[in-house]
């Protein structure tokens, strides 16, 4: 008789929680699985839901790279450039500032400069704000602006902060990705968009050392192309720096 009471008290729970605050928030726990495609590009899965970030084609930095063709629920883009914001894979594509909802999801988009120029050579790019299997994440894989007053109070503390940290001329070097950590103060992060070994032709950005020098006395757990995160992470900050 106890586990279909406590299961009748979650269904209850759940039931209340919609009519009050518009759907229930259990359904968002329990964690999600992340798997890296190179570059700028995630896939994360969780809470019901699919969410590819910046898929792209392997041209520049991203040459030789294995284009994400899968089917997801939702596409992220931090812009339309070929190497963060191709149209190879299947599912909703967001790459406009805005507020959204998509099947229970609520991703808020907002503006950066794409460049050290005020967004004059490469335009703006779109940080992301959502929450999905119980945790807060903040994508910041094609930015290169210094954050704003309002940029931090729209981000808050993200559980998980995914950044780019490669420099060049249109992400952030080192230095300045290890800036913005500093000032959101995430408990997760992930870097974003640097380079494996020798650079392609072209290309202008470098390795991950910088940024990791850069957060010297951090904790780094390094992982392979694939790894869970759990909902229940403490607020110590920790590099989940993956392979």
């Not at 699985?33 to 899965?45: E, P, Q, R, V, Y």
């Not at 650079?199 to 010297?216: N, R, Y």
């Amino acid at each position: 008789m106890l586990a279909p009471f406590k299961n009748l008290r979650i269904y209850l729970l759940n039931l209340i929680l919609g009519v009050v605050f518009g759907g229930p928030i259990l359904a968002s726990a329990g964690g999600v699985d992340i798997t890296n495609f190179g570059h700028s590009a995630l896939l994360i899965k969780g809470g019901g839901h699919t969410i590819l970030l910046n898929p792209f084609k392997a041209v520049g930095c991203a040459s030789g790279l294995k284009e994400p063709q899968v089917n997801v629920d939702v596409i992220l883009a931090s812009s339309e450039l070929a190497d963060e914001g191709a149209r190879v894979a299947k599912g909703i594509f967001l790459v406009q500032p805005g507020s959204y909802r998509v099947n229970g999801l609520k991703l808020e988009g907002f503006s950066g400069a794409h460049d050290r120029l005020g967004g004059r050579r490469f335009g703006q790019a779109t940080l992301w704000q959502w929450r999905q299997g119980g945790l807060n994440f903040a994508h910041l894989g094609g930015a290169v602006a210094p954050l704003s007053s309002e940029d931090k109070i729209l981000l808050g503390r993200p559980d998980v902060l995914i950044i780019a940290v490669g420099g060049g001329d249109k992400v952030y070097n080192g230095a300045e990705a290890a800036k913005v950590v500093k000032d959101l103060n995430p408990k997760r992060v992930i870097p974003v968009q640097f380079v494996k070994g020798i650079a392609p032709k072209g290309c202008d950005q470098t390795g991950v050392k910088p940024f990791l020098d850069a957060m010297d006395g951090i904790e780094v757990q390094a992982t392979g192309s694939n790894f869970s995160l759990s909902n229940k992470i403490n607020g110590q900050i920790v590099i989940n720096f993956m392979k």
